[in-house]
């Protein structure tokens, strides 16, 4: 078989395997239930949003992570807006511990902070949701870009930092008047929370990883072919689908308490928010802790392509994805 026809073979699998795991995701977006009105002449858009907050096992083959999540997956649901919107977003606590939504956007009232400040001073108290209670925040978008949102509560004996990690976390994408449509993607990267059993990994991007990385995925393919790679797509290795030609936006967030680099193989990523729409140096995104960026990527060759964090360890420990890009 020639090396054509076998790229040509892997990217249909891909495609076969990822649009069933599209599927699936799709089919659990009923509960997010967005939708948006505008109000009198003047007024803004009111876009309305249901977030429950409930456990949710994800299995991984070798091992799962029992996370904690908004509407059941990691990341959360990515709530979209333009600029000028009003988000209200209503978030139901299905737990036994406290928790919270705190967004990254600004500015906004205090009774939407859903921080331990909301408690302290008594404004928006229920904003730190008890178990089995609801709250609705209200935030103005009032400037594009890549936001995410986070649990904020250290309730049950963890830290602000365990509830995150256990998966509560999401992005907020808003878009200016005046934009063109292009397709976002959203890439989450972060260290995997406390709850899991068996041979998990502790890197993930969007809550997905495979201990051993790339080098795992060539032990499969030594021992099952193509169909053993193939069908960890969507299982353990997140995928973007793209097509030769079509613009593609990646937005990148580093949620977790590590520093964390997004490397792309054979595209060159392009600054969208910054430094005049340069190429990124080397190809390498590096992210801060809680830092996000948003890259602009042009596939010009069909295949499957990786791409990872640059921080090789952590590439190695699970943090990989694969970029399906057909004709």
Not at 21 to 46: C, F, I, K, T
Not at 162 to 176: D, E, K, N, R, S
Not at 261 to 272: K, L, N, R
Not at 307 to 315: E, G, I, M, N
Request: with cysteine; glycine share 12%.
């Amino acid at each position: 078989m020639t090396s054509t026809s076998l790229n040509a073979r892997v990217v249909l699998l891909a495609g076969v395997v990822l649009g069933a795991a599209l599927a699936a995701a799709w089919a659990g977006r009923d509960a997010l239930a967005p939708w948006s009105s505008a109000g009198a002449a003047g007024e803004p858009v009111v876009r309305e949003f249901r977030l429950d907050i409930r456990p949710a096992d994800i299995d991984y083959g070798s091992g799962v992570w029992h996370a904690w999540t908004y509407n059941g997956t990691v990341p959360g649901p990515t709530l979209t807006a333009t600029v000028g919107d009003v988000l209200r977003v209503t978030v139901h606590n299905r737990m036994d511990v406290t928790h919270s939504f705190h967004t990254h956007l600004s500015p906004y009232a205090l009774e939407s902070d859903g921080s331990q400040l909301n408690t302290i001073t008594g404004v928006g108290a229920m904003a730190m949701i008890p178990p089995g209670g609801s709250y609705t925040y209200a935030y103005r978008a009032n400037e594009p870009g890549v936001f995410y949102y986070h649990c904020h509560s250290a309730d049950g004996g963890k830290s602000i930092a365990q509830h995150m990690a256990q998966g509560l976390y999401g992005a907020i994408l808003v878009t200016a008047p005046e934009e063109a449509p292009i397709r976002d993607e959203v890439v989450f990267m972060a260290e995997r929370g406390f709850d899991d059993e068996g041979d998990t990994p502790f890197y993930v991007m969007n809550g997905l990883g495979i201990p051993g990385g790339e080098k795992a995925l060539e032990d499969l393919h030594h021992h099952g072919g193509v169909e053993a790679v193939a069908a960890q797509f969507g299982k353990t290795v997140p995928v973007i689908k793209a097509k030769v030609g079509e613009p593609l936006r990646l937005n990148v967030v580093n949620i977790g308490d590590m520093i964390h680099s997004f490397h792309t193989h054979a595209m060159t990523m392009y600054f969208v928010d910054h430094d005049g729409g340069q190429p990124v140096p080397a190809q390498v995104l590096g992210l801060l802790p809680g830092e996000a960026d948003r890259v602009l990527v042009t596939p010009t060759r069909p295949g499957v392509w990786l791409f990872h964090c640059h921080v090789v360890s952590h590439a190695d420990g699970g943090m990989i994805g694969v970029l399906v890009v057909e004709p």
